[in-house]
């Protein structure tokens, strides 16, 4: 707007003086009026006034711009000369070439900024505007300019001031954006920027604890030095001190000429000038970033000063922010790295014994601890704690004791009753350990934190740490590790609870499976010399009734005697076979042979040989082979008819005068089933589960009418089961029975 009034203001002069001369018939107080109308205008635009004859070079300047310059009226003489001495040298070339090109026609305003020294021997700036009047009618040639000066001293210091906050705006982006300098070294640079940009001597981060107080950065006379430590009671009597109690930053200049004079600070130091911001964290308050000095700056300190103060301290809190962060990231992982490294050392042994030492030492050595003790503790039987390892550092003395009694013993109590760590800053000043106070002297124990190993809830040992060289303050993040630590080793010692439990369930289970095997062996071992000492007379009793029976003049009564004999003695051969059969089954004695075999061939000789005894019961068998199931397959032919035998003759045997009797053979994924169904008597559907093992037959009076011992099924099962099948009985009591085998 000021601007615009100056623009304004000269190109009214030009108008009136124009005006003036074309007017000629205008009065002499007519011009007066005018002339004072627009020097009070002048007057209240703060601008001073020029007229200029250019060939000449004389001026006039209206009182307005002798002011500017601390002259009084008189003092100046006012031309073209004495103009060019006030205005630096730096820009007289620039002024001279644009009023040139303004009076030759190339510019239509004369325009410019220059610097002119004052009466105090200062450089001001001042804006120059002008406008070429009157010209010569013959030749055109510049007579006259009009214009006007105005003080632009505070804009180009404005202007000058914008440019240091934004030059400082964008060293603090470049300082805290190098990813190469350490928080140390942005701390340097961004301190000494602000002593630099608030011309200050001092500039400091003070970092408050409830212990200390710390001086992380001073930047102090082109000099930084860090982590000094202030006395808290020095602290309290700064000015630091008031910052952390206020919402806004603090800023004190003159000092010495306020109320804060008499703050206790200036007893400790005598400051002028003060600024302090407080660096506030996401949940806690970390301290101060301030500037001070004992002298004032050159310039007093504005609002976008103080901004810039805050945007440090809000990228320190950031940054801070961040340490904080990266640091809780560092002590998880190399939590979980410990315990990761604990519990897979653990986990190679399972030793209750190698656990405790391998904990001991991990721990004792990772958390840099006197003594590391580990106890094991059974709720339901003992009523103290018993050592289990110990880890002493270097130069530790062992406490020399293998068991503490829980009863009357009130730190052990509050230990085993929860998961959460009883800590001990210092010993002494524990209530619960204040009944043991001499018995701490005498282990030279200082501090101690103390936590329970658990599983499920119940508490199966402790785990305790103890610093002898001096008291310890045990951080959170330390508890949280024990703790987590000790929930690890309670379930490794249950676990090896555990583990040992079933070794020795284990072992008894093998010594039960070994007396199982001798016990098995020694029968079927009884079984097949019974058998071979009951085979040799059988085969004598069986030849001797062949020859007999071959006399064709024996009587008819005799005749009858001796086949009965001869049937029995056939009846028992086939189960003393059988028990031998069974008896290598279960021996692990038996052996298939496996070679190509035809399939077909073997059901075919199979059916073949029951047919006879089938047709003389009346029964209707018959058998298929789908053309898919392959012809020759590897495997034990004589153990195979054996199985299809023993199938299809209980199948006759259980099937009543015109059943029947079907067996199907086909093809299906990677094997070949074959059926064989009746209509015989069926099986109870309580008997089903027995059917199949040794010795078990059907319960019913037909059944046992049938005769059998009841192993033609075991071994058929068995046998299956060799040749890699499986054997499936479907029955209903009463409508038949399905037998199914796959091979």
């Not at 510049?142 to 400082?168: C, H, N, W, Y």
């Not at 200036?266 to 004992?294: H, M, P, R």
């Not at 898919?628 to 032919?637: A, M, R, Y």
């Amino acid at each position: 707007t000021h601007i615009l009034v100056t623009s304004f203001t000269a190109i009214i002069i030009a108008l009136l003086y124009l005006k003036t001369r074309q007017a000629g018939g205008e009065t002499e107080q007519d011009l007066l009026i005018s002339t004072e109308r627009l020097r009070l205008a002048l007057e209240a635009s703060n601008d001073g006034l020029w007229d200029c004859n250019v060939q000449t070079g004389d001026c006039y300047v209206s009182p307005r711009w002798l002011r500017m310059l601390g002259y009084h009226e008189g003092q100046l003489k006012p031309d073209i000369k004495q103009w060019q001495k006030f205005c630096h040298p730096e820009d007289q070339l620039r002024a001279l070439e644009l009023l040139q090109q303004h009076l030759a026609g190339a510019l239509p305003n004369y325009e410019v900024e220059v610097r002119v020294r004052n009466y105090q021997q200062q450089w001001i700036w001042m804006l120059v505007r002008g406008q070429l009047v009157e010209r010569d009618q013959l030749t055109n040639a510049p007579l006259r300019m009009l214009g006007t000066f105005t003080d632009i001293s505070d804009r180009k210091a404005m202007e000058l001031l914008i440019q240091e906050r934004s030059a400082v705006i964008r060293e603090l982006y470049r300082i805290t954006a190098e990813r190469s300098l350490s928080f140390q070294q942005k701390l340097s640079a961004l301190l000494k920027l602000g002593c630099s940009y608030l011309q200050l001597e001092t500039g400091r981060l003070v970092k408050v604890t409830d212990q200390q107080v710390i001086m992380v950065g001073i930047w102090h006379d082109g000099t930084y030095q860090s982590d000094q430590i202030m006395e808290c009671s020095q602290f309290e009597s700064s000015f630091c001190y008031e910052v952390l109690n206020r919402d806004d930053l603090l800023l004190l200049e003159q000092i010495s000429q306020t109320e804060w004079q008499f703050h206790p600070s200036q007893q400790l130091i005598t400051l002028e000038t003060y600024i302090g911001a407080k660096v506030q964290l996401a949940d806690e308050t970390y301290g101060v970033l301030c500037f001070a000095s004992k002298v004032s700056p050159p310039r007093p300190i504005q609002s976008a000063d103080t901004e810039i103060i805050r945007l440090m301290a809000q990228w320190l809190s950031t940054e801070l922010e961040r340490q904080q962060r990266n640091a809780e990231l560092n002590r998880q992982f190399e939590r979980l790295i410990l315990l990761k490294r604990l519990t897979s050392q653990i986990r190679l042994s399972l030793d209750s014994q190698q656990i405790f030492a391998t904990a001991v030492a991990e721990i004792g050595q990772a958390l840099r601890v006197s003594r590391c003790l580990i106890y094991t503790y059974n709720l339901s039987v003992d009523s103290h704690l018993l050592c289990g390892a110990e880890y002493l550092a270097k130069g530790v003395n062992s406490q020399n004791i293998d068991r503490i009694n829980v009863s009357g013993n009130p730190h052990v109590q509050a230990v085993l009753a929860s998961d959460s760590a009883v800590v001990s800053h210092s010993v002494f000043a524990d209530p619960l350990l204040v009944n043991f106070a001499e018995f701490c002297q005498v282990i030279a124990l200082k501090s101690m934190i103390a936590v329970r190993t658990s599983y499920k809830g119940e508490p199966n040992g402790v785990l305790a740490l103890h610093q002898c060289d001096r008291f310890r303050y045990w951080t959170n993040d330390e508890v949280d590790l024990i703790e987590s630590i000790a929930g690890q080793i309670g379930i490794a010692i249950a676990q090896a609870n555990l583990l040992n439990q079933a070794q020795k369930r284990s072992l008894e289970m093998e010594q039960a499976k070994i007396m199982a095997e001798q016990s098995s062996r020694a029968k079927s071992e009884f079984l097949a010399m019974m058998s071979h000492e009951i085979r040799t007379p059988m085969n004598a009793v069986l030849g001797m009734t062949q020859l007999v029976l071959q006399d064709r003049e024996l009587k008819p009564e005799h005749r009858d005697a001796l086949e009965t004999v001869q049937s029995s003695g056939n009846s028992l051969m086939n189960i003393l076979n059988d028990i031998l059969d069974l008896s290598k089954i279960e021996s692990g004695k038996l052996e298939l042979e496996r070679r190509p075999f035809d399939v077909w061939n073997a059901v075919r000789d199979t059916c073949l040989l029951l047919q006879h005894l089938a047709q003389e019961k009346g029964i209707h068998l018959h058998y298929f082979i789908d053309s898919q199931v392959p012809q020759f397959l590897v495997g034990d032919s004589t153990r195979i008819k054996q199985i299809l035998l023993n199938i299809l003759s209980n199948a006759v045997k259980f099937t009543d005068e015109g059943g029947k009797i079907s067996l199907r053979a086909r093809k299906v994924e990677g094997a070949v089933l074959v059926s064989i169904a009746d209509t015989g008597i069926g099986i109870p559907k309580s008997a089903l589960d027995k059917i199949g093992n040794p010795f078990e037959q059907v319960q019913s009076q037909y059944a046992k009418s049938k005769g059998g011992s009841g192993l033609g099924l075991a071994i058929s099962r068995s046998l299956v089961a060799l040749h890699g099948g499986s054997l499936k009985i479907r029955s209903r009591e009463g409508q038949g029975t399905v037998v199914s085998m796959r091979i």
